[in-house]
Every structure is written in structure tokens, then in C-alpha cells.
């Protein structure tokens, strides 16, 4: 039998493998090249806009991209594998202001397309060399008529750097400097965050609120630096969205995710109605743990008496199983990804807290990265990463520029990997086991419906306080609270106050609100997971065929191509819920009162 490392292996991206690499920073001194090479592309587009002109520009921008994707993904891996990499953060600074160039240049192809008549658009669109480059030219045009001058959008690219690129980076920073001392099994231990946050289900009451008291007094102490690192960052999206005329804090992301704002509501009130269910099984896991009501420490608790520890080796095992039950190709693909050495699970100190995939399309290799330490939980999570991988390898066959997927369509894919997994692992289970693994299945749902939906609550409200000026810590603090008892039901007697401060999520510059994808994810997954078990093995090449399509159109579109439903309809939502819960009913059915 295979034995597969927890380590991954970065040498096939650049020999070395480590920060210092030759090859690294020979191919990081190759950029400049592009990045010329896309200037004279522009400047012959603006000189003379047509078909050909237009295609070659769209090759050097694909060029550039796929080039600069390469650097990007090693750099992700140095900086979460090691917090203390040092020459990986300054190569990561000095890379800002090639990103900025690449981002101005893309600008001013971006704003020919838009100065075109609509006649010479549309005829253009047409032509051979462009046809299969419509929809995302005519996003283009689109999004770029509601930007700024082209010198005003190159001024404000221009200090995202030292903007809210930066204060993303000093949230980093801030996260790396944390440890945390927790007592766990008489021995005490200093922790970072990543390693801390995997003892919020321990099975030791003690234990879990221990952790949940030093998580929250470790933000409060610095809570000042948080509350000003979120502030500014949020202050100069805000202040970019005014000069453009951008009132809605939602436009841009619901841009980003190519999804109406109908789609949205309809998602949400499909959740809201059913809260019901959700809030009996909170206050159901409580009595169970012998708490009067839920608190936040205890939400992740196991309430089922299993100490079962399934090893990196048996988790990869049991993975590919299930995926096999699935289809060939996702088995084999991930078989490819454990052999290769493309995950970082080692549980180790220094590394960045939670998971991530990434992917360099110039050579078709994927990298996945988290802390690994023997829960059935963290297995989902492998798989639900796993996931992510496999959409970049169906999208091989497609063209760089329309495998550029939005995030709620991405976490498609991961949540639909994830569920066969957790399903896999309810089926086979007995007794207490059976009982743990329904519940990690429940509590899923419980953070996409309502963990999530309290992060939406709070960054909304947040942002539109935001825009009237400075909102205190003390204020965040209140708005975290009040938008998790919300979004609980009040189903809670503790809250996280500080989660605004814990959550990487708020801090990332690229995507505003990085949170309901997620739950566009689950729900949509559950939708192509119930046609899965009525199609069979056949049906992994229509899900293939929807995942090539998730970078060349609108999620509207995709999901009438592909399932033939109306998702701006509350009614695709509900679907989505009821399967939920029926978790949560077989679960209460399992853990009654004899």
C-alpha cells in the first residue's frame, strides 16, 4: 500500500522548494519581460482596436496572468507553511508593484473594449478569433463603464500597496506574532492560532472553554490593532467605492460572483424562514452536554462519547474510496494529489491558520494546505479542498482567461467533494460513532446558515457605519454580537465578540464580504449532489461539464444550463434547506430521550 506525506512538495514548482530558490526569483525576474511585452500589446490596441489587435493583447494578458499565478501560488505556500519566513514576506512586498502594473495595463485594454460602439462590440465578438472570449469581453465593458478615468483607476491601483493590500498583510502579521497557552491532557501548551482553533472540539468541557476564554482575551488585549487594521482597510475600499459613485457596499461583490442581487435575497430567506429547525438542534446538542443553553464554546463540542483518530494515511484511504464510488476522474485526481505531494497537513508550529487550495495553470499543479490532527472533521476539510483542486483540473481543457471562476461557484465544487465524504462516513458508522458523524454533518450546516449568515450581518452593517467614519472596537464588538445572536436564532447564552478580530476573512483585500459564496456554495452543491444519486456514476461528466462552464457565464445562466432552475426563486433554496434538515431530524430521532 502507498504511503502518503503530509508534507507537501514545492520542488516541482521551482527546484528548491524554499523561499531562497534560483529558479524562484529567476522566473520572478522574468516579469518585467511580460509586462512590456503586455504594454506593447496595449499600446497597439489603443492605436488600432481590432480583431487582431484585441487577440493578441487578450495573449499577453493571459501571458502575464498564468506567469504571475505561478509566483503567486509559491508565494501563498512559503508564507502559510512558515510564518517566519521572512524572505518569502519581502518577495511577497516586492511583488505588489508588478501586480499594480499588470493591473494598470489590464485597465486600459479593459477601457478600449468599452470605448467601442456597440456595433463594432458585438461584430467583433463574432469574429472567430474573439467568439469564445464574449462573455468575459463583454464583462469588461460592462464593469469598466462603471470605473473611474483611466489616470484616477491607475492612481488608486497605484496605492493599493501601501492601502488596503498592506493592512491585509498586517493583519498577517499581527495573526503570526499570537500564541496561545491552553492546559490540554495536565500539560501546558503554546499554540498558534491555527493549532488552537483545532481544540474547539475537544472532548474535554475544561479543555473547549479554556480555549474559547484565551481565544477571546488574546483579541481583546489586542484588539485596538484589529479594530484599526479593519478600519483602514475597509476605509480605502469605501473610499474608492465613493469616487466612483459605488453607494451599495454589495455591488462589487455581487459583481464579483457574477450573481443578481435577487439571488441573494432568495438564498438568504430561504434560510431565514427555516431557522426553526437549526435552533432546536442547538438547544437539543446543549441538553446533551448537560448546558441549560448553547454557548459559543460548545458549539464545535463532540457530543457523542468517540475518541476514534483516523491518521493522514486512513483519511487519504478513505477518501479516495468514496470518491472512487463517484467517478474515475475525481478518484484518480486525487490519488494524482496524495502521490505527488500536493497537501501540507502536517501539524506543526509556525504555520498560518486554516485551509486553502491553489493552483498554477502554467504547469496544471495544485497545492493544498491545512493542519491536520486525526478528526473525522478534518477529513471533510481534506476533501472539501481536494474539491477545489479538481475544478482547476476539470477546467484544463478550457482557455486561462474563462477558467476564472467567482468564489460562490468555487466553493461549489469543495462543499460537493466534502459531502461525499461526510455522507460516506454517516453510512458506515454504528452506534456513538454514527451519532458523532451525523452531528459534524449538522454542524456544517449550522455554519453556512447561521455562522455564515452572522459574518454577512456584521460586514454589512459594519461597512455602512464604516462609511460615516471610525467604528470603535467596542462598537465592532457590539455588532459581532448582536449579528451572531441573529443569525442563531438566540439559540446562544455566550457569543464570540471578537470574532470580527479572529476571522482572516474580513481581512482579505481582493474579495469584499468573503462569506455568502460560501453558503451559495453549499446550498448549490446540495442541489447537484441530489442529482448525482439519482444519475449515478454517469453523472461526473455533466458535473464536469458545469464546472468548465463556471468561469464563462453568469450563475443565473449556469444553473438553468445545467439543472434548469430559476435561482433568483426562493423555492431552489428551500430545496437546498429541506435536505439539511432532514439531518437535523434524523439526528434529534438518534439522540431522543428513551
Known sequence: M???????????????????????????AQIPTFITQLQQAVEAVEQQPTVETIAEGLAAITEVMVNMRKISVMLSCLTAQDTTDEQAKITYGNMAPLYAQMAKLTYRFDKVIETLDDATFEAYCKAPALADFAFILTEKRTQTKLLLSAE???????????????????????????????????????????????LRNHPDAAVRAEVDAVIEQAFADKEQFFAHTLNHLAGFRLTAYKKRGWDDVLAEPLRINRMKRATLDAMWGAISNTRAPFVKFLQHKAQLLGKEKMTWADLEAPIADTTTQIDFQQGADFIL???????????????????????????????RPGGFCTTSPLDQQSRIFMTYAGTM??????????????????????????????????????????????DAAVEAAQGDEKIALLEDKVQRSVALFMNI??????????????????????????????????????????????????????????????????TFGYLFSLSIYAKAKQVGPAFEEQYMALLRDTGKMNVEDLVMKHLGEDITQPAFWQKGVD???????????????P
Not at 389 to 411: D, I, K, T
Not at 505 to 512: A, D, K, L, M
Not at 579 to 590: M, R
Request: aromatic fraction near 14%; glycine fraction near 6%; charged fraction near 20%.
Open 579 to 593: 435536505l439539511a434538515v432532514k439531518d437535523v431530524e434524523a439526528f434529534l430521532q438518534l439522540t431522543k430521550t
Open 453 to 518: 449568515q452572522s459574518r454577512f450581518l456584521f460586514e454589512t452593517r459594519f461597512y455602512e457605519e464604516r462609511k460615516d467614519g471610525i467604528v470603535s472596537a467596542k462598537r465592532l464588538n457590539e455588532l459581532m454580537t448582536e449579528a451572531q445572536q441573529e443569525a442563531y436564532g438566540g439559540a446562544l447564552a455566550t457569543t464570540h465578540p471578537h470574532f470580527w478580530a479572529s476571522k482572516l476573512h474580513f481581512y482579505i483585500s481582493g474579495v469584499p464580504f468573503y462569506n455568502f459564496p460560501y
Open 2 to 28: 502507498t504511503t502518503y506525506s503530509d508534507i507537501w512538495d514545492l520542488t516541482t514548482l521551482y527546484a528548491g522548494g524554499t523561499s531562497d530558490s534560483p529558479a524562484f526569483h529567476e522566473h520572478i
Open 321 to 351: 474510496q468514496h470518491f472512487r464510488a463517484f467517478g474515475p476522474e475525481l478518484e484518480g485526481f486525487a490519488r494524482q494529489a496524495f502521490e505527488k505531494s500536493w497537501i501540507e497537513a502536517a501539524d506543526r508550529p509556525n504555520k
Open 377 to 422: 472533521s478534518n477529513v471533510s476539510t481534506l476533501a472539501h479542498e481536494l474539491g477545489h483542486a479538481f475544478h482547476s483540473y476539470a477546467l484544463r481543457p478550457v482557455h486561462p482567461l474563462n477558467a476564472s471562476y467567482a468564489m460562490n461557484v468555487a466553493e461549489t465544487a469543495s462543499t460537493f467533494a466534502e459531502m461525499i465524504i461526510a
Open 152 to 198: 484616477e483607476e491607475d492612481l488608486i491601483t497605484s496605492l493599493r500597496a501601501n492601502g488596503d493590500q498592506a493592512w491585509s498583510q498586517m493583519y498577517d502579521l499581527l495573526i503570526a506574532d499570537m500564541t496561545f497557552c491552553v492546559t490540554v491532557d495536565g500539560k501546558e501548551q503554546s499554540l498558534s492560532f491555527g493549532q488552537v482553533s483545532n
